[in-house]
């Protein structure tokens, strides 16, 4: 378990400095355009739809596993008449606050792999987070709008 631990901080940790906080701000406010088109404010600012999220539910892949809520999107489709209403209303209010619950947003880690044979070298294996089905409905949302 060290082995991965000191693995992952290393690629995960940054040799570079960050710019201080107002500089990294500017820089991302250049980047951005100065205005949202009408378009596009009308659309972020109105409630989701059921059939958005119907829409970005049919834009998992069925064969994407589940996140630690175990739900796939096989459960989500199955039982879609019976839980679309709640759905909806929890989304809504996630997009009326701007952020989603903590456990829409948990996910489990796993090693795979890269290649048959050599599983001592830590190097050798790929992490993939599974995540929750609600959470990859809800990005699929962000990703139409």
């Not at 040799?15 to 378009?39: D, F, G, K, N, T």
């Not at 989304?91 to 792999?113: Q, R, Y």
Request: proline content about 4%; hydrophobic content about 45%.
């Amino acid at each position: 378990m060290e082995a991965v631990t000191t693995h992952y901080s290393g690629l995960l940790s940054s040799s570079y400095s960050i710019p201080e906080q107002s500089s990294l701000a500017e820089l991302v406010l250049e980047a951005m355009q100065h205005r949202i088109l009408e378009v596009a404010q009308d659309k972020l600012s109105r409630p989701l739809l059921e059939e958005e999220m119907s829409n970005a539910l049919a834009g998992i892949c069925r064969t994407s596993c589940p996140g630690i809520d175990g739900l796939s999107r096989d459960f989500f489709e199955f039982f879609w008449e019976v839980i679309k209403v709640d759905l909806v209303a929890g989304l809504n209010e996630a997009w009326d606050v701007g952020c989603l619950p903590e456990h829409f947003k948990e996910g489990l880690i796993f090693l795979i792999p890269k290649v048959q044979g050599i599983i001592t070298d830590v190097r050798q294996w790929r992490p993939i987070t599974l995540l929750n089905t609600i959470y990859k409905i809800f990005a699929n949302i962000l990703a139409m709008h």
